[in-house]
């Protein structure tokens, strides 16, 4: 099974965030963002590459939305009451509460103000959001009977989260923006060791590695107070949510510290309804906020009033926070038209900036002139202070959640080309994971694996509970005078590692499970196997053969009573001709038993310290069995005895136990030379068997 991943947009960019990712039979659109950099159809992803004809319900299973910024959330109304989608739409309880507020302003923003086109009205971004399902952290959410969702932390803004989805055996991470340090008011992003064929993440400082965040946060406090000090008007270009709340907490607590009186607004009523979603979603947070919640809301700023348009011109210093970030359009760009051109302003823009926004063109080089439009020119001789901390993840964040995840593959969206080639060489070299980056509106390939879950019986888990006890003699020995060495006068240390060794049983239609090895027999109604040595080996024999001329003649010229090498090992009885059958097996019975007896006489005198005990049909040393061959295709016989000499087969097995014996046995055996007298008449050898039988 494959997995495939359609990047429709953050594809070597950073804007409309859109990846649509097939698992299993599934198909999951992770984020449904825009891009505010373009106000042409480059704005929105691709949608139609999902399905020409636009039936979106049957060719995506669900849409997950990270958090509620607009590259993630922007196209997402558009998609469901513009293009039809009716399938169901997951995000956090946060970004489910906050994510209207932020299209509601955008909206404004470009329609209201700007005069452009609708996209989307007011209305349509009500009845979208009447199609999510809110979940919590670390629910486990069953889309379909397949389909399993799970949302984990992620810092960043309030209820961004990533999100793990799992098919069968394929699972995967799609990050969305994350942060892993904590900040003013949120905590670092905070995952489980999942097991994932593929990690999707987002890549926005590939390269940047940041020193103490406190550091830069003090930067920015004193930029702007240095500028309010010397009388000037600081713009702070933000969205409704997220970093607003975080610069918000950190210049209020500054302005309380250093007793400041100089006004902070927000520029809309928006700004203040977000705040009392914050106080509300307190849980949230980060610790520090929620310890200090008990006292004082972090969320309830002392200082921070509302602000009316008529206070552009006012005179004296002021903080404003005015929405949109990056001054793409709206309110915040006619603030930035008018003091832009006084060089005791100050503008802050976040660490990163889309392109085709104004914000982009000031950090890229500071330029004198912004041109608008063919009519409107902005002279720029304001300060301009790019903050140096960012709600998201630097390079080192991102290398220790693929470190920490290790997946089998990892594609690098929400970056710079350049940062995610560098970073992806890094992913490859350092961690060995195949990495891609794949551009917008292309397919990534990843072959998934497949694993077993198994149960594991009471019996095996308690034996690996057993400590691993190991003597420490071994570390102490050669110090020690071989005379004291006692093994017992040792104490048993427990030592860190230990391999336990179980059996894995698999059984169609059943679950696998791993048993202990004394399990296994009883559960598949077998009896214990004992692995023994066979071996049959040819003893040389000479013949006096007294019956031959005899009562009994022969047709057979070869001589009687045993075989030669040429011949089949079993005894033959041809010589003896009787009218009852049972006699014969009498007879031939009485025949192998001298010549076992012979061996019996043989083998005690070439081992005379063991006790050899002689049966009728067999000999036993220990675990060494010996009876003369009955079989002429004995699967025992190794090779055929080459010398032209007659031999007798003795059958022999014995246990691994006396694998050494039995061997000696063998080789003594070899090099024998069984010799007996033929009796006149068989009877008289069975009288002999009988006797020495009992
Ligand atoms: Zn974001
Ligand atoms: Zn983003
Ligand atoms: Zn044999």
């Known amino acids: 099974m494959t997995i495939e991943c359609l990047v429709l947009g953050a594809g070597q960019e950073v804007g409309k965030s859109c990846v649509v990712v097939s698992i299993g039979g599934k198909r999951i659109m992770f984020d449904c963002g825009m891009h505010m950099g373009y106000l042409d159809e480059r704005r929105y992803p691709d949608f139609s590459l999902i399905s020409e004809s636009g039936d979106f319900d049957n060719a995506l299973t669900c849409i997950i939305i990270t958090h509620f910024h607009l590259d993630h959330v922007g196209a997402l109304p558009y998609f469901t009451e513009v293009c039809g989608y009716r399938g169901p739409v997951y995000m956090t309880y946060p970004t489910k509460a906050l994510a209207p507020l932020m299209l509601e302003d955008y909206r404004k923003v470009m329609v209201d103000r700007r005069g452009e086109q609708e996209q989307f009205t007011y209305d349509h971004i009500m009845e979208c959001m ?23 932390y992620a810092g960043h803004v309030l209820g961004a989260a990533m999100f793990y989805a799992k098919v069968g055996d394929s699972a995967i991470v799609y990050t969305g923006d994350y942060n ?45 107070h240095k ?43 928006l700004t203040i309804q977000a705040n009392m979603y914050y106080k509300m979603l307190i849980g949230w947070t980060s610790q520090k906020v929620k310890d200090t919640y008990a006292t004082r809301n972090a969320f309830d700023f002392k200082h921070v009033r509302s602000f009316e348009r008529s206070l552009i011109n006012a005179p004296g210093p002021c903080v404003l926070f005015a929405t949109p970030g990056m001054i793409s359009g709206g309110f915040s760009l006619e603030v930035f038209k008018e003091w832009a051109p006084s060089e005791i302003n100050l503008v802050t823009l976040p660490g990163y900036c889309v392109a085709g926004t104004i914000g982009h063109k000031l950090m890229s080089g500071k330029p004198t002139k912004i041109d608008l439009d063919k009519d409107t020119q902005i002279d720029v001789r304001c300060q301009i202070h790019q903050l140096s901390f960012s709600p998201h993840t630097d390079a080192k964040g991102i290398m220790d959640l693929v470190k920490f995840l290790s997946p089998k593959h990892v594609i690098l969206v929400h970056g710079e080309k350049p940062k995610m080639a560098s970073l992806k060489g890094r992913i490859q070299a350092e961690l060995g994971i195949e990495c891609f980056y794949p551009a917008n509106n292309d397919t990534v390939q990843i072959p998934s694996t497949q694993y077993v879950k198994v149960d594991a019986t009471c019996k095996f888990v308690q034996n690996c509970l057993i400590p691993n006890l190991k003597s420490i003699q071994n570390c102490v020995e050669g110090k020690l005078d071989v005379g004291s060495s ?28 791993i048993v202990h090895q004394s399990e296994l027999l009883p559960m598949l109604g077998v009896e214990e196997h004992q692995v023994q040595f066979a071996y049959c080996c040819p003893v040389h024999v000479r013949n006096v053969d007294n019956s031959k001329s005899h009562e009994h003649g022969s047709e057979s010229s070869e001589p009687v009573g045993f075989s030669t090498s040429l011949q089949p090992c079993a005894m033959s009885s041809s010589s003896i001709k009787i009218a009852d059958p049972s006699l014969e097996n009498i007879l031939l019975s009485s025949e192998q038993f001298l010549w076992l007896h012979l061996l019996f006489v043989e083998l005690s005198n070439k081992f005379p310290g063991e006790k050899i005990l002689e049966f009728p049909d067999n000999l036993q040393l220990q675990s060494f069995h010996v009876h003369v061959c009955p079989d002429a295709n004995c699967p025992y016989k190794v090779k055929e005895v080459i010398e032209d000499k007659p031999a007798v087969h003795f059958c022999c097995r014995w246990s691994t136990l006396d694998e050494k014996l039995g061997w000696r046995i063998i080789s003594v055996m070899q090099g024998l030379d069984l010799t007996y007298s033929r009796p006149h008449t068989p009877y008289s050898k069975k009288r002999k068997s009988e006797t020495s039988s009992f």
């Open 180 to 224: 892993m340090t904590p900040d003013r008011h949120l905590g670092a992003a905070q995952i489980d060791r999942l097991q994932i064929d593929l990690l999707i993440t987002e890549s926005t400082y590939a390269t940047t590695i940041r020193d103490s965040k406190y550091a830069r946060e003090r930067e920015f406090l004193k930029a702007v």
């Open 486 to 513: 006692n093994t017992e006068s040792f104490p048993m240390v427990q030592t860190g590692h230990k391999v336990s060794e179980g059996i894995l049983v698999m059984e169609k239609m059943k679950k696998a499970q």
């Open 227 to 269: 500028c309010v000090a010397g009388g000037g008007k600081v713009l702070i270009p933000t969205f409704a949510l997220g970093r607003a709340q975080e610069l918000c907490i950190l210049l209020d607590d500054y302005w309380e510290r250093m007793n400041l009186d100089i006004p902070i607004y927000f520029s809309a009523g």
């Open 130 to 152: 009447r199609k999510v399902i809110a979940v919590d952290l670390k629910q486990t959410v069953q889309v379909d009977n397949e389909l399993q969702i799970r949302a984990y």
